[in-house]
């Protein structure tokens, strides 16, 4: 495995056929693991906040409190800003921001996360010890990350092991980690983390609805995102061979049988007072 830096690429970048699957997150299937321990008066980092579908929950979740989205892309956060305007919500800031090196004091929120964020970042356990600093004594840290490797459908329509073989030849390129969620709580003992929760949350596509939606996505992303550019300025595919994984999203979401799950890991570590 190549050593971690602190500088990755983001693999997807925010073309439409990413942002599609973005700005359908939300907090509760995204960050249920989280709801249960949030107060109203609480202040929160969301680091990696992208269009900012889940900060806007949060924001409503913390009506006290304040919500304080960051990315390290300028250009969604107007995005998120719109979509905070939107929703009417007064308790919400956007920021660009480094996860790893954060600037903000320390002990400073009562919650930091994350989503769908250290699998692309060059050095997780850096970032983890940047979202405890900046955590106050007894709040929480929460982090959830996809696993690709984990993944799983039927049926087992031919080129969708390409697609998970190519992406995550592409992801680990650009100096990221695609089966993060494994490795979530690893992380964070690593980076001195101590009271650590870990669970698993899914995503599941199974009707012809969620079939067409995610098939969809994904088939745009291979060929038309900054993923699909940087598999071939990598030379890790032809146009020709991102085609056909193209044509094998198209041919599972046509399936009536067709089944797929996404595994993510999370954390949910509380500093120490």
Not at 144 to 167: E, H, N, S
């Amino acid at each position: 495995m190549p050593k971690a830096r602190e500088t990755a690429v983001y693999t997807h970048g925010h073309h439409e056929s990413v942002l599609r699957s973005h700005t359908w997150r939300t907090a509760a299937n995204s960050a249920a693991y989280l709801l249960g321990s949030l107060k109203p008066h609480m202040r929160i980092l969301d680091i990696g906040c992208g269009p900012g579908t889940i900060t806007a929950d949060l924001a409503e979740l913390v009506p006290d409190g304040r919500v304080t989205g960051v990315d390290r892309a300028p250009g969604v956060l107007e995005q998120a800003r719109a979509t905070a305007a939107g929703r009417g919500l007064g308790n919400v800031d956007f920021a660009v921001a480094d996860v790893h090196a954060l600037d903000y004091p320390d002990d400073t929120f009562c919650v930091v996360h994350a989503h769908q964020v250290l699998q692309h970042v060059g050095d997780p356990v850096r970032a983890l010890r940047e979202m405890h600093r900046v955590t106050k004594p007894g709040g929480f840290i929460a982090v959830r990350d996809a696993d690709y490797a984990a993944m799983t459908w039927y049926p087992a329509v031919p080129g969708l092991d390409d697609w998970l073989d190519l992406y995550e030849r592409v992801a680990r390129a650009n100096g990221g980690e695609p089966d993060a969620g494994r490795r979530l709580k690893a992380w964070a003992l690593d980076a001195g983390l101590t009271d650590v929760t870990a669970t698993s949350g899914t995503w599941t596509f199974a009707t012809a609805e969620e079939r067409a939606w995610w098939s969809g996505l994904w088939a745009d992303r291979t060929l038309a995102s900054a993923y699909a550019e940087r598999a071939t300025e990598g030379g890790h595919a032809t146009p020709e061979q991102l085609a056909a994984v193209s044509r094998a999203w198209r041919e599972w979401g046509r399936r009536q049988d067709g089944w797929f799950a996404v595994l993510h890991g999370e954390i949910l570590c509380r500093k120490e007072s």
